[in-house]
């Protein structure tokens, strides 16, 4: 069984942190591994999400998941986000932080989307230079999640494993590898989604996401709204295998279902660790 | 607001609304331009900052992709004629459908926002009044910040700025009630005033004692009245007609819940007082003037007693 480079502990099983749950977690305090928290929801308010936060924190173990780092982006590092980010992840002791290889805008704007970057030379030497600012700022290694992409760009010099693997390395940064987003992108791109797995740094992996995506034929857009499919659990099964068993969260963003319920679905996972366990021993 | 559908994923029913955008797109779509074999252009040929531009112009047009590939600001990085060049097309879509995945997301994604912030104009304006309202505001004030919070701060002065637009006036003053709402949402945590802690000032000390209210707390004076306006959203009942009428409200928190009251002129006039910073003799006296000289040392009372009790102050400061 590999471990990851700085050691973070594997969590077990957890779940996003969402409105909705609040008051079952806060009167029924459910077991489960860690809660991720999704940093942007935190940083401007001092009412009830903060309030409700500083309790699950008290009691839970938790990790910072954000959307606007923007690694990829050719704007300069907002270090006045970062200022937020680090404070809070002081506040609440977030085991690590993380967010997406990706860029959300340029000339000041913000799109609020996780856009693709072209994965060229360029690129990655932009995005390790970013990473490593943002790195120095926070104190601490950054950990980023492969994407889900709607699009690929024509001039791309190398697939986007070999991009990951690579910023991961020369960066010297930390990986959360979203099962999901690799089958959704394998599909809407025609890659396999075992190789992609397979070229992935194991040693650099603190992290896993598992959600359910809705399939439109053509292509497939990774909206958290469901259960996890069959091939994502399998392609899971497999990413334990080779990487090893690390922190697995389950997202839930859309239609989301009582607490129970998502619960119910991350602890599908248990029986997939536990035959790693079973093969290993 | 809480902003939890303000995250990476798109909802089920952005998804089906994309789907019928996608599928007027790719009626309309004249870009199906497939990549000759062996024209992979060279990475140097699209610089970085370029493509991120050109993404980011196409993603925000206001118009189809179609158009929003081929207007100036993304002509300017790439021209649509080279959209295979930058662009390559998938097993089942175009290099322009795959672009449209983005750039319906988008609109979508704002609309969901202004829509969280701004609920009783939405039910006011309806789906598609509310969403030609977004697609105008953000081409004015398009999100510059690393949240979505943010993004519908500017929709008051908006109003201003277009009083053209039907029922402007209302809506400015309802986008005004609305925000105000949101930002007592928002405010920090402060202490609340207590009864005994009012005690402990000295009686000689009152008249040019401060009052400082508690940071989730806000006054609005409207031309329009927007309570109903609240409310309707609220119980789901069909929004009345907007009228002409001067009224006055207090957004604040108690326990971590967004409260509201309507106010009379001459309450609004003394609270607005006293969040304002005036000494509360000043304060009293000024409002007590318009009151009817045996009333007023009741009224004036009876406002204290609830506004202490709402948890409106946080300190007196002598």
Known sequence: ?281 | MPHEARTEAAIATRVLKLDARRRAARRRSSLKVAPEPGATPAAHEFRLEAVQRWMQAVIVHPGDVDEAIASPEASAEVAPERLAELVKPSHSLTPAERVDIYHGMYMLRMVEALESDYPAIRHVLGEEGFEQLVADYVQAHPSRSYTLNRLGDHLPQFFLDHPDRPDAAFLHDLARAELAITQVFDAEETPVLTEAAAKAVPEAAWASARLRPVAALRVVATRHPVMPFLEAYKHDRPAPRPRRRASWLVAYRRDYSVLRLELSRHEYDLLSALVGGAPLGEAIARAALELRASRREATVFRWFRTWIAEGMFAALEA
Not at chain 1, 7 to 35: M, V
Not at chain 1, 52 to 58: H, M, P, R, S, Y
Not at chain 1, 121 to 127: I, K, N, Q
Not at chain 1, 253 to 281: C, G, H, M, T, Y
Request: proline share 5%.
């Open chain 1, 1 to 281: 069984m590999t471990s990851n480079r700085w050691n973070y502990p594997d969590l077990g099983l957890g779940i996003g942190l969402r409105t909705s749950h609040y008051g079952h977690i806060l009167s029924q305090k459910p077991e489960i591994g860690f809660f991720e928290v999704l940093t942007e929801n935190y940083l401007d308010t001092g009412g009830r999400p903060l309030f409700v936060l500083d309790k699950i924190a008290e009691s839970y173990r938790l990790v910072m998941h954000g959307v606007s780092m923007s690694v990829g982006s050719t704007d300069p590092v907002d270090f006045d986000y970062l200022a937020k980010v680090k404070a809070l992840a002081k506040r609440i002791n977030a085991l690590w932080v993380s967010d997406h290889v990706c860029w959300t805008g340029v000339l000041g704007r913000n799109t609020h989307d996780l856009l693709p970057l072209p994965y060229t030379e360029e690129s990655l030497r932009h995005t390790v230079e970013h990473v490593r600012t943002i790195q120095d700022y926070l104190e601490r290694p950054l950990v980023l999640e492969n994407p889900s992409t709607y699009l690929e760009f024509t001039p791309n010099s190398m697939p986007e494993w070999e991009f990951v693997a690579r910023m991961a390395e020369e960066a010297d940064c930390g990986l959360l590898l979203d099962v999901n987003n690799v089958y959704v992108s394998a599909f809407n791109h025609s890659f396999d989604p075992v190789a992609y797995i397979d070229a992935i740094p194991g040693e650099r992996v603190c992290q896993y996401h598992l959600a359910g995506h809705t399939h439109k034929g053509t292509h497939i857009l990774d909206t958290h709204s469901d259960h996890v499919v069959d091939p994502v659990w399998q392609l899971y099964g497999h990413t334990i295998r080779r990487v090893g068993l690390r922190a697995t969260l389950l997202e839930w963003d859309a239609n989301i279902p009582p607490f129970e319920v998502v619960r119910d679905e991350v602890l599908k996972a248990k029986a997939w660790r536990d035959q790693e366990v079973s093969d290993a021993a």
